[in-house]
């Protein structure tokens, strides 16, 4: 059961335009959100995270929304440019007990961004 | 420079065999993981570890071990009990104070022949 659902395998976007990229999550008991950025063959990147008491953040081109009635958020890009295109990853954290907390991550979406 | 570090970037093991994946980080951070990745596939937690000698079990740890006998070192050994151990592997590290964004290494891609 996934609990950190990204429904768009892929996107594709003119360079210069808004990437959206959508994320859905079940767990209430999620309290913490992030988006990391990945390319082949190497670990994901950090992007930009949003706590649960928040509905925006803003870091440059990225921003995150975050919708928690509707177990929803999203990460807006603007302006898209090539060096963008990569695979999004949207991951939620919940304690998990014992002190620690865990990420669960969605599949990804693969963003083109054509030039 | 801080960083995490996992090497060999690339490993090719006959199928049987164990292997030790290696995950070093000098963050100073408490808290180290180990993931899968599979094509298509989100990252699945293997195991965990909060402090020096103790972790826990994740969602996939059936057919891996692990240990933590230093702060700065988390290795991840794939046992020949794992059915499909072809794999990308991701170890990453966060501070342990709440919920904190976890910091990723390069991956080591695993091959079973």
């Known amino acids: 059961d996934q609990q950190v659902k990204q429904n768009s395998p892929s996107l594709s976007v003119q360079e210069g335009r808004i990437s959206i990229l959508n994320c859905d999550y079940t767990?209430?008991?999620?309290?913490?959100f992030l988006w990391y950025k990945k390319y082949p063959a190497e670990g994901p990147t950090f992007l930009i995270s949003i706590s649960s008491i928040k509905d925006k953040n803003e870091d440059g081109r990225f921003t995150v929304f975050l919708n928690k009635s509707a177990k929803h958020l999203s990460l807006h890009i603007v302006p898209s440019q090539p060096g963008d295109s990569a695979v999004y990853f949207c991951a939620a954290s919940a304690y998990s007990g014992a002190g620690s907390y865990q990420l669960t991550f969605g599949k990804g979406t693969k963003l083109s961004v054509i030039p | 420079d801080g960083g995490i570090t996992q090497s060999p970037k690339y490993l090719f093991r006959k199928e049987g065999q164990n292997v030790t994946l290696s995950c070093e980080q000098n963050?100073?951070?408490?808290?180290m993981y180990w993931y899968r990745q599979d094509p298509g596939q989100g990252l699945r937690l293997i195991y965990y570890?909060?402090?020096?000698?103790?972790?826990q079990k994740g969602d996939i740890a059936e057919g891996y071990s692990v240990s933590r006998e230093k702060k700065e070192s988390f290795p991840l050994t794939v046992t020949s009990a794992q059915k499909n151990p072809t794999a990308f592997y991701l170890c990453a590290s966060s501070t342990d104070r709440g919920a904190d964004t976890q910091y990723f290494g390069p991956g080591t891609r695993l091959t079973v022949l």
């Open positions: 963050l100073n951070h408490d808290a």
């Open positions: 767990n209430s008991m999620f309290d913490y």
């Open positions: 570890s909060q402090i020096v000698n103790d972790f």
